[in-house]
Structures are given as structure tokens and as C-alpha cells.
């Protein structure tokens, strides 16, 4: 595995353009109510976050791209457009899970095509391994909760997230994986 390398760890989450409903206070007997248009509409978004392999000084990066739908592999293929670009001609190691559009016959034959992109597999059923999922995970406890608009709640979310230096680390760090080259041994 190249070590001057971005480690990136990209995950999806869909959305419900309803608002997601969370425990609250009010007065005795006043039951809040919180009113919306009845419809069904969902979002998606994906975000990555990344650290470099060789010099943490460099910080954390997040990228994130939220879009009507549902992603398939053309629009995964989009974000990672996006991705090359937000980082540059730098090289990137990708860890994403088994989604299938992840590892289709189209996003293999493109990812063929791409010199700065090396994808790696999480293991099934390992969730807390991305951190990633805890990004989501705060997003939606905040931001996302009881309200209606999920776009710009998102939006305010992760500026949130990237505004706090120590955030991105932390979802980082509490995947368990060793974020520092170890010291070689002579």
C-alpha cells in the first residue's frame, strides 16, 4: 500500500426529505406537533473523509456531495470526479464497503482508467470501521432532527463539522485504525 497516499473512507446515507423526529421537551399536556407536506421525496448524500498517511499535520478533508435519488454507480462516479479534483493530482486510497455499485463492472473499468485512485474493502458488516458512519450518525441527531429542510441542514452540518478541527479526527480515531505510521524499526 502506498503511505504517501490519502487514506480515504467514503460511505452513502439516504435522507427523507421528512423531517426525522427526535425526543423533545414541552410544557405538561402540550404535546408538540410538528407539521410538514406529506411527501415521500428522499435524498441522498456521500461524504469522504480523508487523512494523510505520512504527515497528520496536514489535517483531515472532507468532501461531501448530496443529490436527489439515490446514487447508482454513474453518480458514485461523479463524486469521485468531484474528489479527484478537491484533491488534486494527490494520491488516494480509497475504503469504502461492499455496495454493489461500488465494486460494478462500470466503477471497476473507470477506476482502471484513474492513476491517483486505489480502492480498498472494508470487511462485511463492519460499520464501525468507516468513520464515516459517525459523521452521519451526528448529522442526523442535529442537524437533521426536527426539521424540514434537510438540504440546507446538512449544509450547516458539515461546515459544523469541518469548522471544528478535532471532530473529523475524532470519527477518525474512534474507528480503532492506526491513523500514524508506526516508526521503523532498525
Not at 421528512?18 to 410544557?27: D, I, M, S, W
Not at 399536556?29 to 410538514?36: A, F
Request: hydrophobic content about 40%; some cysteine.
Amino acid at each position: 500500500m502506498n503511505t504517501r497516499a490519502w487514506i480515504v473512507f467514503l460511505d452513502e446515507s439516504g435522507v427523507s426529505l421528512l423531517p426525522q423526529v427526535r425526543r423533545t421537551y414541552a410544557p405538561r399536556g402540550r404535546t408538540p406537533l410538528l407539521r410538514h407536506r406529506l411527501n415521500w421525496k428522499r435524498a441522498s448524500m456521500a461524504a469522504a473523509l480523508g487523512y494523510h498517511a505520512t504527515d497528520p499535520d496536514r489535517g483531515p478533508r472532507l468532501c461531501f456531495h448530496l443529490k436527489p435519488g439515490s446514487y447508482d454507480t454513474a453518480g458514485l462516479i461523479e463524486v469521485l470526479e468531484q474528489m479527484k479534483t478537491f484533491y488534486s493530482g494527490e494520491r488516494v486510497i480509497l475504503v469504502w464497503d461492499g455496495l454493489s455499485a461500488h465494486w460494478s463492472r462500470a466503477m471497476r473499468a473507470w477506476v482502471a482508467e484513474q492513476d491517483w485512485l486505489t480502492l480498498e474493502r472494508l470487511p462485511a458488516y463492519a460499520p464501525e470501521l468507516n468513520p464515516v458512519e459517525l459523521l452521519w450518525s451526528s448529522l442526523k441527531k442535529r442537524e437533521l432532527a426536527n426539521l424540514a429542510d434537510v438540504a440546507d441542514a446538512t449544509e450547516q452540518g458539515i461546515h459544523r463539522i469541518n469548522q471544528n478541527r478535532q471532530l473529523p479526527w475524532s470519527f477518525l480515531a474512534h474507528t480503532g485504525l492506526t491513523l500514524q505510521p508506526s516508526t521503523p524499526q532498525n
